[in-house]
Every structure is written in structure tokens, then in C-alpha cells.
């Protein structure tokens, strides 16, 4: 079985391609086996949000409401909107921002080398 580009390399799909080789004995057929159930019942187990993500998400929801109101703005025009803002790293904030531009909540307009963001 030879993987395509659209197809990504997993677990599954790797055990899958060992399994179907014609060389392993029923023993190791059998480990492989139970090993590629092990991963399908672990990949289809619901995961519930980490405390780090879940605060995250309330961040984004008081991210978009402090930016009402307000037209374009840069990470750095953010984080000066709000104490709670300032106190997090320039990083951080650009990767909630990023979130929310891939969520649909944000925009994000490019004028020049700089990227501004507003409410969609």
C-alpha cells in the first residue's frame, strides 16, 4: 500500500501497510492487530479541552469584544487596549489573533509589510 500525498502517514495507516506484508508470521499479524484497534480506539475517544485552551477561549471572546468598535489594529494596538492584554507576550496575543482569523471572528488586512486585524 503506498501512501499519496493526499493521504497523511498515521499510525493507523502505517500498522495498516505492516499488516498487509505477506513476510510476518500470525503472531506478529496479531500484535500489529491489536495494536492498530489500540490507536482507531484512542484516535475516536472525545478529548475535552486542557484548562490552557479553555481559558484561551474565554481570552478570544474578551479579545473580540474590547476590539467593537474599533476599525484596523495591529497585535500591538491590541495588547494596549487592555491591561489584561499588555501583560500577555506579543506572542501570545498574535497566536489568539491567528485563531480567530482562522476561526472567522477576525480579518486580517496586509498594507505593506503590516498586518491589521478587525471584528468580521
Same mark, same amino acid.
Given at each position: 500500500?503506498?501512501?499519496?500525498?493526499?493521504e497523511?502517514?498515521t &499510525? %493507523? /495507516?502505517?500498522?495498516?501497510?505492516?499488516?498487509?506484508?505477506?513476510?510476518?508470521?500470525?503472531?506478529v499479524?496479531?500484535? !500489529?492487530?491489536a495494536?492498530?484497534?489500540?490507536?482507531?480506539?484512542?484516535?475516536? /475517544?472525545?478529548?475535552?479541552?486542557?484548562?490552557?485552551?479553555?481559558?484561551?477561549?474565554?481570552?478570544? %471572546?474578551?479579545? %473580540?469584544?474590547v476590539?467593537? #468598535?474599533h476599525?484596523?489594529m495591529?497585535?500591538t494596538?491590541?495588547q494596549?487596549?487592555?491591561?489584561?492584554?499588555?501583560a500577555?507576550?506579543n506572542?501570545? /496575543?498574535?497566536a !489568539?489573533v491567528?485563531? !480567530?482569523v482562522?476561526? #472567522?471572528k477576525? !480579518?486580517r488586512?496586509?498594507? #505593506?509589510r503590516k498586518? &491589521?486585524f478587525?471584528?468580521?
Open positions: 500500500m503506498m501512501n499519496t500525498k493526499s497523511k502517514m &499510525y %493507523v /495507516v502505517a500498522l495498516n501497510a505492516a499488516i498487509e506484508c505477506e513476510a510476518l508470521s500470525a503472531e499479524r496479531e500484535k !500489529l492487530t495494536l492498530r484497534d489500540q490507536q482507531v480506539k484512542r484516535n475516536a /475517544v472525545d478529548k475535552k479541552p486542557t484548562k490552557t485552551q479553555q481559558a484561551n477561549e474565554d481570552i478570544k %471572546v474578551r479579545l %473580540v469584544e476590539m467593537q #468598535g476599525e484596523q495591529t497585535v494596538d491590541i494596549n487596549l487592555d491591561e489584561e492584554f499588555k500577555m507576550s506572542q501570545k /496575543v498574535a !489568539l491567528r485563531q !480567530l482562522k476561526d #472567522g477576525l !480579518l488586512v496586509e498594507e #505593506g498586518a &491589521y478587525k471584528v468580521a
